[in-house]
């Protein structure tokens, strides 16, 4: 079957459009689930931590809330997951405007400087009558 050159093109056309709405709904929701900058391995992480990262960037939140500034680093240590699972994490809060940069820094766990993070907001304790 031989295909128009002119019905390719179209096809092509939807295709990128298509993509183009998905990415523009995936930056929309960015920070407030899991964002990717191009199609592909990133997308699908992205669309796989969706539901698992929002529970786990409120206790990253919280941490930073009671326990004070930290690194990522020493965050993931503390909630006992992987750094992989608790940096987007950091960076989703960050674009939330709910931590800032300490302006200190501290070493990681490859020696590497580390910047360190605090909650914007701290957390108030009501007092117990």
Known sequence: MVTDPADQWFKHQESEA?????QREADMN???????KVPGPSQIAADEEREKAPPLRERVYQLLQLRGPM??????????KSILAIRPRFSELLAQGKIADTGRVSRNESGKRATIWQAVEHFQQTPLL
Do not use: K, S
């Open 71 to 80: 690194t990522t680093d020493e965050c993931a240590i503390r909630l006992n």
């Open 30 to 36: 960015y920070p407030n689930t899991p964002g990717y």
């Open 18 to 22: 298509a993509e183009a709405a998905r």
